[in-house]
């Protein structure tokens, strides 16, 4: 019979989407004093797969990824996701938000973003907040579903999600050693790697 096994540590990254360099900037330093230190910053990719955020956030707008030192557990991704939607809201001028913050996690082998948004393929984790698979790794690149966001689905972040994904490799191996010598406790204190 199987028995339930505490989760490994992931690492969390956000999808900023923004046209206001000020803004991005701020968001940034906030996300860091909320998540700790970012480890990888992406050039900046223009948005142009939609103009779903136009006449909120106007034209020309970028979109960056950013990933944070600290690995964590996978079931904050809740707390994490209202925590950049209240950052964003922070953010607004004239109600209007001036950068989209879309938080996630990936592991060894997959991508995960949070979402507000019910759908089909989410799994609902509470407050609101579900879960969308949108990756898979295998074979040594990631493969997006048909439901993934259309800019993650087109390849334009793929060495940026495999660079991220190499530092979190090296992360949870030093994670694992640890864990097999001092034992399980320290799944709940994973960020000190």
Known sequence: M???????????????LWADTLALQKAISLLEEKLGP???VSGDYRFDVT???EPEMGPELSRRLVSFHNIDLPDKLSQRKLM???LEMSLARDGNRLVNIDIGYLDDNKVVLASCK????KIYLSDGIWADLIARYKHGKYQFFEWSFPDFKDGRYDQDLLRIRSLYMEQVRRW????????EGLCRNASSL
């Open 51 to 53: 103009h779903y955020y």
């Open 118 to 121: 019910k759908a089909g393929q």
């Open 176 to 183: 694992r050693q640890l864990t097999k010598t001092q034992g």
């Open 38 to 40: 970012v480890d990888y």
């Open 2 to 16: 199987a028995k339930p096994l505490p989760p490994e540590p992931v690492k969390y990254f956000a999808a900023i």
């Open 84 to 86: 950049t939607t209240a």
